[in-house]
């Protein structure tokens, strides 16, 4: 007997180059995308890939569909530990005697007070004007308000008297 090395049929031929094509369109959409988050516009990504704008921006379209959002705890528990290491550099700076560094600190203890769940209060509130923290107008009269008691009705005149 004579050993052959096992052909591919065209079916699996087919196969392997349709995967090939799907993995190269994946990563040039990574690409784009990526590019894009670096600050690129679709206009200077198709003309460094000599591909029209419209297809950069459909490419980039799709690659955003296909990412997954990690779940609301997996996300918290990454934002703690990237405002804990900048917790930390800002610590730092002003163990070094970086006074500069002392508004980024307040505004990462903000931070991760938010995360932890002590809300604090929203920029928006603490530079709003004081007539925004007004209190909010008395409430309206009742339309349908009992009668006073005769008690009440004699005393009123009696009152107004001795003023």
């Known amino acids: 007997m004579t050993e052959e090395t096992p ?3 065209n079916r699996a031929t087919a196969r392997a180059a349709t995967q090939a094509r799907r993995a190269r369109a994946a990563a040039l959409r990574q690409g784009y995308f990526k590019a894009l988050a ?3 516009t679709p206009e200077q990504i198709a003309e460094a890939s000599h591909a029209s704008v419209r ?4 490419e980039i379209d799709r690659a955003l ?3 997954r959002l990690d779940a609301p705890e997996r996300y918290v528990h990454l934002q703690v530990a990237r405002l ?3 917790l930390r550099l800002a610590d730092f700076h ?3 005697g970086d006074l500069a560094a002392v508004g980024p600190l307040a505004t990462l203890v903000a931070a991760l ?4 769940g002590l809300r ?3 920029p928006q509130a603490a530079s709003a004007s004081p007539a925004c923290l007004a209190l909010p107008p008395p409430p309206l009269a009742l339309t349908h308000a009992r009668p006073p008691a005769e008690s009440e009705a004699t005393a009123a005149p009696e009152a107004a008297e001795a003023s």
């Not at 297809?55 to 459909?58: A, H, L, Q």
């Not at 007070?113 to 932890?116: C, I, K, S």
Request: hydrophobic letters at 25%; charged letters at 35%.
């Open 84 to 86: 804990t290491k900048a």
């Open 65 to 67: 569909d296909e990412r």
């Open 120 to 122: 604090a209060p929203s």
């Open 38 to 40: 670096s600050g690129f």
């Open 94 to 96: 002003i163990e070094q």
């Open 55 to 58: 297809t950069i921006r459909r």
């Open 7 to 9: 052909s591919f049929s």
């Open 113 to 116: 007070d938010r995360y932890h």
